[in-house]
């Protein structure tokens, strides 16, 4: 089985380099993160603090849009051009294409994160501003990923390239933005209304775990708990994704 | 033990809006015996590559059996004994020739040395040995279907499928890919192909299965199948005037030779008997042997039979 995942993985991380979409992206990334130092000076303000807040952001984008773009491509075009059917012919497992897909895409992301990382933290060292945390933060971000990577697999095999991007994107902002619905929660008085929006806060992901941007850029202490629960937090929900990806493609009717 | 058994396969698609079904397949059975080439002929929506995908599990019956090796076709491990060819394949552009070949070899759990050897073989075998180093993207279609043909013999299969694996070669090119069909055979591989080039199918296949509209028309050996019947005779007479001639019709005249065409038996036995009287003479008599592209062409054009449309009918 590993053997097989493995293979689908490895051919997974070879396509995504070789793709100039990847290149793309990590050059803005990199120009994004170069021009924080611009911004810095003309902003009124910490220096340091806009650099870091800048740098973080720049990963962050770019590395959802990698996690969406390549990751719904690579699995939406191996249905679309009928690559799957060779695959699938072979004694491959269905939810092993689907895990393969998704390690292959971790390893990816693995990589454009280390080089978005690397380029940020050098910006730092030059500017004597480096902190620890930092690194941190890059690993949160990078479990982020993982999980919008999840769920952009899972769309794949719902729906089509557009309306899978679409949704995952749309995603990313609701759980950036799921605070709001547990205040909503706490506002609205006991009744339906209450546990409706009490059931999708559980439900939909919740990114702000991933989120520990203000607590670095301001220099507050981490709570290595935090840490952990995001960790746990990526295990559950993107198994539980995976593991529905695995199910609606295991019935997918490949025509 | 048939090698693929499909037995009264129903298969039906509903558009995204529709609720209405579209038969794709109404009771098909066939059998692929062990050893033989069988060319699964058809029109183009016949329900061809439908059945090639029931056959690999890429899709579900509605209902009916599809069994492999005697075993439940669903069985993903049946597949180690399988090798597939899809119509006009969407390789990865973006592999060497080796690297695409490797890959697939992977799928098989085969350890590096073992990849490699088969790898080198494979490209000699399908003649691309001095372009495996080369990117997909620049292959021409031929070699591209060679390619894949040798992605689906990585595992040195007992059954080999093929989607329309002749469709869009030159004539060199599908003389190649004859040419590995008939290789496959004499290594006592059984092969399963879809085509709607008949010149070919007639060339290589041990049987045929004919299928129009999702159900399969004629299954047999091509001899079995189109002599069937004897549609026309041709008669060649000489010293006989056109007006003299009591039934038929007239192909051509040459040298005072008259070849006449004529539907029946009867109508046969009736021209002959007007010879004893008169000065002609009767040179030949040749049956008209049909086609395996004439029983194609009958077939696909006849109606569509009444249970049929019953049945889509009755699924609405």
């Known amino acids: 089985m590993l053997v097989r995942i493995n293979a689908i993985a490895l051919n997974t991380f070879r396509e995504a380099i070789r793709h100039r979409i990847l290149y793309l992206l990590l050059i803005f990334a990199v120009a994004m993160i170069s021009f924080a130092q611009i911004l810095s000076l003309l902003t009124v303000g910490s220096e340091e603090k806009i650099i870091k807040d800048f740098g973080l952001a720049s990963i962050d984008i770019f590395g959802v849009l990698t996690a969406v773009f390549i990751g719904i491509g690579l699995v939406s075009r191996e249905i679309e051009r009928r690559t799957v059917y060779t695959l699938l012919a072979k004694p491959l497992h269905r939810f092993e294409f689907i895990l393969g897909k998704f390690a292959g895409l971790s390893l990816t992301l693995l990589v454009n994160t280390a080089v978005m ?89 919740n990114l702000g775990t991933f989120d520990i941007k203000g607590e670095v850029v301001h220099g507050l202490a981490i709570d290595g708990t935090r840490v952990l629960w995001a960790a746990a937090y990526l295990a559950l929900y993107g198994s539980a994704t995976l593991w529905t990806a695995c199910a609606v493609f295991e019935r997918k009717e490949l025509q | 033990m048939p090698v693929l058994d499909l037995k009264d396969i129903h298969k039906s698609y509903r558009s995204h809006l529709s609720i209405r079904k579209h038969w794709v397949l109404r009771g098909l059975s066939l059998a692929i015996e062990p050893g033989e080439i069988f060319g699964f002929i058809g029109t183009n929506g016949a329900g061809k590559t439908t059945t090639i995908k029931l056959a690999l599990g890429l899709i579900f019956p509605d209902s009916g059996s599809v069994r492999l090796f005697g075993q439940e076709a669903a069985q993903v491990e049946l597949r180690r004994r399988v090798g597939f060819l899809p119509e006009n394949p969407y390789l990865y552009d973006y592999l060497t020739g080796e690297e695409f070949l490797d890959f697939h070899a992977r799928l098989f759990g085969l ?55 002749m469709s869009g070669l030159d004539p060199i090119g599908r003389r190649e890919v004859r040419d590995i069909i008939l290789d496959l055979k004499a290594r006592g591989r059984t092969v399963f192909f879809s085509t709607h080039i008949l010149s070919d199918t007639e060339m290589i296949c041990d049987r045929v299965g004919l299928l129009v509209r999702g159900s399969l028309k004629a299954v047999g050996r091509i001899e079995e199948l189109v002599s069937q019947e004897v549609p026309y005779w041709e008669v060649a007479l000489q010293g006989i005037a056109d007006g003299d001639l009591p039934c038929g019709q007239v192909v051509s005249r040459r040298d005072g030779r008259i070849l006449v065409r004529v539907d029946s038996q009867g109508d046969l036995h009736r021209l002959v008997s007007t010879l004893n009287g008169g000065g002609a003479r009767l040179v030949s008599v040749t049956p008209g042997r049909q086609s395996l592209e004439d029983l194609f062409i009958r077939e696909a054009r006849a109606p569509a039979p009444p249970q049929a449309e019953e049945r889509e009918r009755h699924a609405r």
């Open chain 1, 117 to 205: 990382a690397v380029w940020f933290f050098l910006v730092l060292l030059l500017k004597g501003m480096f902190d620890w945390r930092l690194l941190i933060a890059v690993l949160l971000l990078y479990f982020q990923f993982l999980l919008i990577t999840a769920m952009a697999v899972l769309f794949s095999c719902l729906s089509t390239p557009i309306l899978a991007s679409v949704m995952t994107l749309a995603l990313y902002a609701i759980g950036h933005l799921l605070w709001s619905l547990d205040l909503l929660a706490a506002r609205l008085t006991a009744g339906w209304g209450k546990l409706v929006c009490r059931a999708l806060y559980f439900v939909l992901p």
């Open chain 2, 111 to 165: 350890d590096a040395p073992a990849r490699r050897g088969r790898v080198r073989e494979l490209l000699e075998r399908v003649g691309l040995a001095n372009r495996g180093d080369r990117q997909l993207r620049h292959y021409s279609k031929g070699m591209l279907q060679r390619i894949g043909l040798a992605q689906a013999l990585i595992n040195d299969p007992d059954l080999v499928i093929l989607d329309e694996p």
